[in-house]
């Protein structure tokens, strides 16, 4: 568990869950492994892409909403809801139940997961490397987290 | 003491073998995925040719054989045939995201469910079984069709078999792993998904088998986590989205290119498409359509037990609006999207229908 509560969302943050994510073996394998896309992370209105190249998640930058029409596809909530997911993966280690990020998008009557180009080869990418993308938020249980 | 004769000086060594006969001096080095086969396609080993005349096994880029035999019965020789522009990538992809379904799903966490629940489930488990045998079958036919020279699109179908291979073994696992057992064959794969099986080019096969079946199939894992019970069922259903996208995206991404590299064959495609969305989507074929064996079990897992029927079936019909949903923006990427507005496809009935 990092030691400063890092504050959700903000690049900071997404960097713990990186830095975690790409130095724990386990994150890929079990289905998980290679995963090449640009997944936009969208919390209210805040606008993050994060790269994902091999078998890493390469970078996170904070963008504004144009930045959503070069990401392959993105992941939309309010603030409220992303912040229920990332309780219930702190509290049980991993996403389990309602909170898994395919069951969020069945949920939703518009889903989770959306693009700005209605490609659907891309955001069928969504569903191509879901495990790397849950293994991704599964790693913020290790991260000391707060919100607003 | 014998004498020892010095080595090699008494034996006649042919090194014609030696001569190096392909391009020599290559260095593919490895990138951020490692070394691929995208590293690979340097030089003339990259260079595919839009026919092939290798009739003999010949690994493209290597030196002929000029009195070789005929080894393989290749039709398809054709680049465009079976072509795609991520070959090599999707078989990076398959091979690093494998997983084992005897240790990779945590089988400890399921648990006894009501009667009804685990017919369903078992139901679901049995009928995907049987279609996953000829998502296996299918494609492994066209692997030994398939000249060498296009080798990345023979590795790609060869990953889908293994992928496909480790989905029956999954499901009969699950069938067998709660106090329940296999349940009836639903017989869908005499219908259209038999019917794959019967076609002449691999273009009409990767239209039926990877944009029409296993989209529908793809939809179907996916609500899989909505019906799971458990985190095993859970994992199950994940994982095997991951791979059925995985062939989704090699048909989109032949038919694209076919639609490229020969445009003459259009029409032909769209009359497949037809047939799938009259065939697949809307009939007894879809596990989500109009089947009673599985969209009851489907309903039955969706609601909870068979007393929330009604509400299992409400969310099922959503979920078959977007399964149709997915598989017209499919279509769109692929390049055939002037089906929806010239009023040649009927899928925006369907959806009414599907609705109703």
Redesign the interface.
């Given at each position: 568990m990092s030691r400063a509560k890092l504050s959700f969302p903000s690049v900071e943050w997404f960097n713990a869950v990186r830095k975690e994510f790409n130095t724990d073996e386990e994150f890929h394998?079990?289905?998980?492994?290679?995963c090449?896309c640009v997944a936009g992370v969208k919390v209210g209105d805040d606008v993050f892409v994060l790269t994902f190249?091999?078998q890493?998640c390469?970078s996170v930058e904070q963008s504004g909403e144009l930045a959503l029409a070069d990401a392959d596809f993105y992941m939309s909530m309010d603030a409220v809801d992303w912040q229920e997911m990332l309780a219930n993966i702190s509290k049980h280690g991993h996403a389990?139940g309602d909170y898994?990020l395919?069951?969020l998008?069945?949920?939703r009557f518009d889903g989770l997961a959306t693009s700005v180009h209605?490609?659907?080869?891309?955001?069928?990418?969504f569903?191509?490397?879901?495990?790397t993308l849950?293994f991704f938020f599964d790693a913020s249980s290790r991260i000391d987290t707060r919100f607003g | 003491m014998a004498e020892v004769a010095p080595q090699n000086q008494n034996v006649d060594m042919d090194l014609e073998w030696m001569d190096k006969t392909g391009s020599w001096d290559t260095n593919a080095e490895p990138?951020?995925?490692?070394l691929t086969l995208a590293d690979i396609q340097i030089g003339d080993y990259g260079e595919i040719p839009d026919y092939s005349r290798n009739l003999s096994g010949r690994p493209r880029g290597s030196a002929p054989r000029p009195d070789s035999m005929r080894l393989g019965n290749y039709t398809v020789r054709e680049k465009s045939e079976i072509w795609m522009d991520n070959a090599s990538?999707l078989y990076?992809?398959a091979l690093?995201?494998?997983?084992s379904s005897a240790t990779?799903v945590p089988w400890e966490t399921i648990e006894p469910l009501p009667d009804d629940v685990e017919q369903a489930q078992c139901q679901m488990a049995t009928f995907l079984t049987e279609v996953e045998f000829v998502a296996g079958d299918v494609p492994s036919r066209w692997v030994a069709k398939t000249s060498p020279d296009f080798f990345e699109a023979r590795q790609v179908l060869l990953a889908q078999v293994n992928d496909e291979s480790r989905h029956m073994d999954v499901f009969r696992k699950r069938a067998l792993a709660n106090g329940g057992g296999l349940m009836r064959s639903t017989g869908s794969t005499a219908g259209f998904v038999g019917g794959i099986d019967l076609s002449r080019d691999f273009t009409e096969m990767s239209s039926r088998l990877h944009i029409s079946g296993e989209g529908a199939v793809?939809t179907i894992f996916?609500?899989g986590?909505?019906m799971a019970y458990n985190?095993a069922e859970?994992t199950i259903y994940?994982?095997c989205?991951?791979d059925?996208?995985?062939h989704?995206?090699f048909g989109?991404?032949h038919m694209r290119y076919m639609s490229e590299h020969a445009p003459e064959r259009r029409d032909e495609i769209h009359s497949y498409l037809d047939e799938a969305e009259g065939g697949l989507l809307t009939s007894a074929a879809n596990p989500a359509g109009t089947l009673n064996q599985t969209s009851e079990s489907l309903a039955i897992l969706l609601g909870g037990g068979i007393k929330k029927f009604d509400e299992g079936w409400r969310k099922l019909v959503a979920?078959r609006r977007r399964q149709l949903m997915?598989y017209k923006?499919?279509v769109?990427?692929?390049g055939f999207g002037e089906r929806f507005e010239n009023g040649r496809s009927r899928l925006t009935e369907i959806m009414e229908q599907a609705a109703a």
């Open positions: 394998r079990r289905g998980a492994g290679h090449n190249e091999g890493e390469t389990v898994t395919n069951t998008d069945l949920n209605g490609d659907q080869f891309r955001e069928d990418m569903f191509r490397f879901n495990q849950q | 990138g951020r995925n490692g990538f990076e992809e690093q995201r494998q997983w990779d793809l996916r609500m986590e909505l985190d859970k994940r994982l989205a991951q059925e996208a995985r989704v995206a989109v991404m979920i997915e923006k499919r769109i990427s692929a």
